[in-house]
T-cell receptor, first 116, second 117 residues
Framework: SQTIHQWPATLVQPVGSPLSLECTVE??????LYWYRQAAGRGLQLLFY??????ISSEVPQNLSASRPQDRQFILSSKKLLLSDSGFYLC???????????????FGSGTQLSVL | AQKVTQAQTEISVVEKEDVTLDCVYE???????LFWYKQPPSGELVFLIR??????QNEISGRYSWNFQKSTSSFNFTITASQVVDSAVYFC??????????????FGKGTKLSVKP
């Protein structure tokens, strides 16, 4: 069966510090991978998605970046955090379209990031 | 433009009451998919249902039911005989394929449901 791991669960970082959140998926190959952010009162916002190693699409301009160094690893990074980066970050995966995806997303347990 | 609106920010009911969560969507696509997800206090989103735009049949799963009305662009979710364990934030989401996108989901802002004993 497939599982998704996301860590850390909580993180408190000072403004201007770097960020690295990691997400790994097990039990499937070549998944589509996603990073979402849930800010208070604003629902879920898609930040990045990836259809393969080294392929990253950004949905919103920001000071965050994403990388996919391995097939089932997705990393969210920042060189200098802003206060506005605070929020709940969720990693997700889905079966790719060419394998008959029903577009169902499977979410990780999330990372609560507080930038102070 | 694509958009999902969940007008109800918070709903509070007493156990055993029925409750309906509203979802209205906008899309230019003729082929699209609608979803509901549940986010319990633990934070992880749990998939509830997926419906494609060509299937307007209502669906029932235990105490859950969904009413898809294409004419009003709505996909409402009803919980019958609510229970305390239903307390969560519920998200409605839309996936469309314009511009060759991968069907990335656009989420509403969520409705927080509190079921009191």
């Amino acid at each position: 069966s497939q599982t998704i791991h996301q860590w850390p669960a909580t993180l408190v970082q000072p403004v201007g510090s770097p960020l690295s959140l990691e997400c790994t998926v097990e039990g499937t190959s070549n998944p589509n991978l996603y990073w979402y952010r849930q800010a208070a009162g604003r629902g879920l916002q898609l930040l990045f998605y990836s259809v393969g190693i080294g392929q990253i699409s950004s949905e919103v301009p920001q000071n965050l970046s994403a990388s996919r160094p391995q097939d089932r690893q997705f990393i969210l990074s920042s060189k200098k955090l802003l206060l506005s980066d605070s929020g709940f970050y969720l990693c997700a995966w889905s079966v790719p379209l060419y394998r008959g995806s029903n577009e169902k997303l499977f979410f990780g347990s999330g990372t609560q990031l507080s930038v102070l | 433009a694509q958009k999902v609106t969940q007008a109800q920010t918070e709903i509070s009911v007493v156990e055993k009451e029925d409750v309906t969560l509203d979802c209205v969507y906008e899309t230019r696509d003729t082929t699209y998919y609608l979803f509901w997800y549940k986010q319990p206090p633990s934070g992880e989103l749990v998939f509830l249902i997926r419906r494609n735009s060509f299937d307007e049949q209502n669906e029932i799963s235990g105490r859950y039911s969904w009413n898809f009305q294409k004419s009003t662009s709505s996909f409402n979710f009803t919980i019958t005989a609510s229970q305390v364990v239903d307390s969560a934030v519920y998200f409605c989401a839309l996936s469309a394929h314009y511009g060759g996108s991968q069907g990335n989901l656009i989420f509403g802002k969520g409705t927080k449901l509190s079921v009191k004993p």
